[in-house]
């Protein structure tokens, strides 16, 4: 029944704040490295509906550039548990025609973590069913700032004027210059804050906070969030009785 409101008003770009695996493990006196096991569940199901759901674009939020003064072994577990889903879920991506998609400061990553992703990446590049795009070592202002830095050469060596600057170009020079914006963005766990997640992408997007620990997040749960953006008006500035014109 649910399935079927949802055609006209998916929104084309879902980008999520996995967030709440430590929680979870404490709340079942396991410990944190659990959780992370347990949140690979929830993003093979999230994944694998969203694809039904024929959601275009899904965004991770898998590692940000914060994450990295964790301790070590944790930081360890997650690049492990990184490669091995990788490996584990090839075939799917494959047959469900997913493309991979990778943004942040990759080369921080481990290089064992940098070659599985590269090939899977390159494996997928041409499926066209939806892209799934991973933030690990993802920071919205170290993003904007390596735009910035990327303009200011190109101003400097005269490939572009400055007064040609504007919201387009900047964009063009972001991770995520093939994606379209943001339209949802949802975060687990309770807590209302962006993270340095995408700070330029979700300048329209609907924002969708849920208690539910990632862990614990299901389809039913993305569907819940889902119908919650179909309710809403998206006015991008104008007035209603504009948008109803
Ligand atoms: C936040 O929970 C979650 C992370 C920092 C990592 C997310 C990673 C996964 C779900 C597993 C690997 C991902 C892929 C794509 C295979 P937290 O540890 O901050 O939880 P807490 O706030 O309760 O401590």
């Given at each position: 029944m649910i399935m079927s409101n949802?055609?006209?008003?998916?929104?084309?770009h879902l980008a999520i704040i996995m967030d709440g695996n430590g929680r979870w493990a404490e709340k079942k006196g396991k410990n944190r490295i659990q959780g992370h096991s347990h949140g690979v569940k929830a993003v093979q199901e999230v994944v694998e509906e969203a694809v039904q759901l024929k959601i275009e674009h899904l965004t991770l939020y898998a590692f940000s550039t914060e994450n990295w003064s964790r301790p070590q072994e944790e930081i360890g577990v997650l690049m492990k548990l990184l490669v091995s889903t990788l490996k584990s879920e090839f075939e799917k991506l494959l047959k469900n025609r997913i493309k991979l998609n990778v943004i942040g400061n990759l080369h921080q990553l481990p290089k064992i973590v940098q070659k599985e992703l590269h090939y899977v990446v390159e494996k997928t590049?041409?499926?066209?069913?939806m892209t799934l795009t991973l933030a690990l070592s993802y920071g919205g202002r170290e993003e904007l700032a390596n735009a910035l830095k990327q303009l200011a050469i190109k101003v400097k060596n005269n490939i572009i004027s400055p007064e040609k600057i504007d919201q387009f170009i900047i964009n063009k020079h972001l991770y995520t210059q093939n994606l379209p914006d943001v339209d949802l963005l949802i975060r687990t766990s309770g807590e209302k804050r962006?993270?340095?997640?995408l700070l330029w992408q979700i300048a329209y997007a609907e924002l969708y906070f849920t208690k539910v620990l990632w862990p614990d997040f299901t389809k039913k749960h993305l569907h819940k969030a889902l119908t919650n953006y179909q309710k809403r008006e998206r006015r991008f500035g104008k007035t209603s009785k504009q948008l109803l014109g």
């Open positions: 949802f055609k006209n008003d998916m929104p084309k590049q041409n499926n066209n069913e962006i993270s340095n997640f």
